[in-house]
C-alpha cells in the first residue's frame, strides 16, 4: 500500500511539474487583468505564471500579453478568454507573414487614390499622393528610424516615447506615434504596438499612410482580431486599388477571412492579390497561403 502511495504521489509531482513548464508568463498588462481560480478571480501581475488551461477575464479596456517559448498571445479587447484554445489558434494566426510584412514595411508607398474618394480628393490638391507632412529633417523622426533599421527597437521606442510626450501642442506627432507602432512590433511588443497605432490620427495623404493600415492590419491579424482586420482593410482595397501596398492588404484579408471560415472570399482576396503583380514578393507569399 505504501509503495502505491508513492507511486501515486510521484505521478502527482511530475504531472504538477509537466503542468508549470507548459505554463505562459505574463509579459504585458494593462486594464485589469485576472485569473480564474477556485475561489473565484484573482488579479494578474507581470512576471505571474498562467497555467496552459487557464481561464482570464480582462475588463477596462485592459490587454494582456503571455509568452511561452516561441508561442505568444496577446489579448487587446476586454472579455473572458481560454488560454488552451487561444494557444491552439494562435499557431496559425498569420500564417507566419508577419515578419516578412514587416521587414518590408518601409517600401511600401502609398499609391495614388481613386480620384472619387476623399483622400483623392486631398491628393489631387497637393498634386500627387506622395505627401510629406511631417518635416523631412526633422532630427526626431531621423534618428528613430536609423535605430528601427538597425533594429535596436527598445531605443527608438524610448526616444519616440519622450519625443511625443514633450511635443508642443501645435507639433503634429502623427508620424512619430506611428514609428513608435513599428518600434514596439518590431521589439515583439505587439499589444503596446497596437495602443501606439490606435493614438495616431493618420492621413491619407501621407508617404507612410499605406504602411500604417497594414502595420495595424498584421497586429489585428496576429491577434486574431480578424473582423476588426477586414474592416480596417476592406476601405483601402477601395480607395487604393494598385500598388505592392494593397497586395499586402488582399494577402491580410485572404487570411482573415480563411481564419473566420470564409473559404471563397479567401480564394477571391488572394487571387486579387496576386493578379495586381505576379512578379513581388508579396505575391509569392500570396501563392504560398493559396497552397497551404
Known amino acids: 500500500m505504501r509503495r502505491t ?15 508549470f513548464a507548459q505554463a505562459f508568463t505574463v509579459s504585458y498588462l494593462d486594464g485589469t487583468v485576472e485569473l480564474q481560480t477556485a475561489k473565484g ?4 501581475s507581470i512576471g505571474d505564471q498562467v497555467a496552459a488551461d487557464a481561464t482570464v477575464r480582462i475588463s477596462q479596456q485592459g490587454s494582456l500579453e503571455l509568452s511561452r517559448a516561441k508561442t505568444k498571445i496577446t489579448l487587446l479587447k476586454d472579455g473572458v478568454f481560454s488560454i488552451a484554445s487561444l494557444a491552439k489558434a494562435s499557431s496559425s494566426a498569420g500564417a507566419g ?8 514595411l ?7 487614390p ?54 508642443g501642442p501645435d507639433t503634429d506627432t502623427s508620424e512619430l506615434g506611428y514609428l513608435l507602432g513599428v518600434a514596439y512590433y518590431g521589439a515583439g511588443q505587439t499589444a503596446k504596438a497596437y495602443r501606439a497605432l490606435g493614438q495616431v490620427n493618420a492621413d491619407p495623404g501621407t508617404t507612410w499612410y499605406a504602411r500604417y493600415v ?28 494598385t500598388g505592392e501596398a494593397t497586395q499586402v492588404a488582399w ?39 493559396r497552397h497551404l
Open 5 to 19: 502511495w508513492v507511486l501515486v504521489l510521484a505521478l502527482a509531482i511530475v504531472g504538477a511539474a509537466g503542468a
Open 106 to 112: 518601409q517600401t511600401l508607398v502609398t499609391e495614388k
Open 41 to 44: 478571480w484573482s488579479a494578474v
Open 97 to 104: 507573414v508577419g515578419g516578412s510584412i514587416s521587414q518590408k
Open 214 to 241: 497594414i502595420l495595424r492590419a498584421q497586429v489585428l491579424v496576429d491577434t486574431q482580431n480578424y473582423n476588426d482586420a477586414l474592416t480596417l482593410l476592406g476601405p483601402f482595397t477601395t480607395n487604393y486599388p
Open 251 to 289: 494577402l491580410l484579408s485572404g487570411i482573415s477571412q480563411r481564419a473566420l471560415g470564409n473559404a471563397a472570399a479567401a480564394k477571391t482576396d488572394f487571387d486579387t492579390g496576386y493578379q495586381l503583380d505576379p512578379s513581388t514578393d508579396t505575391a509569392r507569399l500570396i501563392d504560398q497561403q
Open 114 to 167: 481613386k480620384a472619387s474618394t476623399a483622400g483623392g480628393v486631398r491628393g489631387a490638391e497637393q498634386g500627387s499622393a506622395n505627401v510629406t507632412w511631417v518635416d523631412e529633417g526633422d532630427e526626431t523622426r531621423s534618428q528613430a528610424q536609423s535605430l528601427i533599421d538597425a533594429k535596436k527597437y527598445q531605443d527608438a521606442a524610448a526616444m519616440l516615447s519622450d519625443a511625443i510626450k514633450n511635443a
